[in-house]
């Protein structure tokens, strides 16, 4: 089956626009993670969605980060008024189980530069 | 809370030489450790984890991994480096009260032939 995929590979967009990053989870996952990863840095955890639950959003940076899931599917990746600071990877992953030895497994990222 | 450090930025080997890429976490608990890499263009794979049992993982191409709670480590070996090993090499950490990794910085390795 396929891996997770993500739309689009590349943004780049104007400081100040708003960008939308898409994430579709391997079937039947029922937990979606995003992570940041800025240049030279490792992951930074922003939010994760595990089935019908409330989000744990204790990784966004600001309120002008925000995600929604539709059940166990696809994940969009809203950032408002883009800032310079926010051009990085944006990394999404899926697991089977909610739990934290299960293994994540990610896909190819949208690289977002803020110009 | 749980975190990771990978004191090395950068390594360089010569190929057929042997590796190994150190992971220090820092938790009250046995954590859930895992080691994933990055090749150039494409999402982390995961080579390896541990949670429980034989302190000595194997994963995929040939890593290993050994889990040394009196040191905090969970480092990264492999006996003999191929050219297509050159990548990003991260260590994460999680916890058995989380769904949450906690990721290294992240190890760039260099392979020469």
């Known amino acids: 089956g396929a891996g997770v995929s993500q739309s689009p590979s590349n943004k780049v967009t104007e400081k100040g626009k708003d960008v939308e990053l898409r994430c579709d989870p391997i079937?039947?996952?029922?937990?979606l993670y995003w992570y940041r990863q800025r240049l030279g840095q490792g992951l930074e955890f922003l939010i994760y969605?595990?089935?019908?639950?409330?989000?744990?959003k204790s990784g966004l940076p600001s309120d002008r980060f925000s995600a929604e899931r539709t059940g166990e599917s696809v994940s969009t990746l809203t950032i408002q008024r883009t800032q310079q600071e926010d051009s990085a990877v944006y990394l999404c992953?899926?697991?089977?189980?909610?739990?934290?030895?299960?293994?994540?497994?990610f896909g190819p990222g949208t690289r977002l530069t803020v110009l | 809370a749980q975190s990771v450090t990978q004191p090395d930025i950068h390594i360089t080997v010569s190929e057929g030489a042997s590796l190994e890429l150190r992971c220090n976490y820092s938790?009250?608990?046995?954590?859930?450790l895992f080691w994933y890499v990055q090749s150039p263009g494409q999402g982390l794979q995961l080579l390896l984890k541990?949670?429980?049992?034989?302190?000595l993982v194997q994963g995929i191409k040939g890593f290993e991994a050994e889990f040394k709670r009196s040191q905090s480590s969970f480092n990264l070996r492999k006996p003999s480096v191929h050219w297509s090993d050159a990548a990003e090499y991260f260590c994460?950490?999680?916890?058995?009260?989380?769904?949450?990794?906690?990721f290294g910085t992240g190890t760039r390795l260099q392979v020469f032939p």
């Open positions: 992953a899926s697991s089977l189980l909610a739990v934290g030895s299960d293994t994540q497994y």
């Open positions: 079937s039947g996952h029922t937990a």
């Open positions: 969605f595990q089935g019908n639950s409330a989000p744990d």
């Open positions: 994460a950490v999680g916890a058995r009260n989380t769904d949450k990794l906690i």
């Open positions: 541990y949670f429980s049992g034989d302190t």
């Open positions: 938790y009250g608990a046995t954590p859930y």
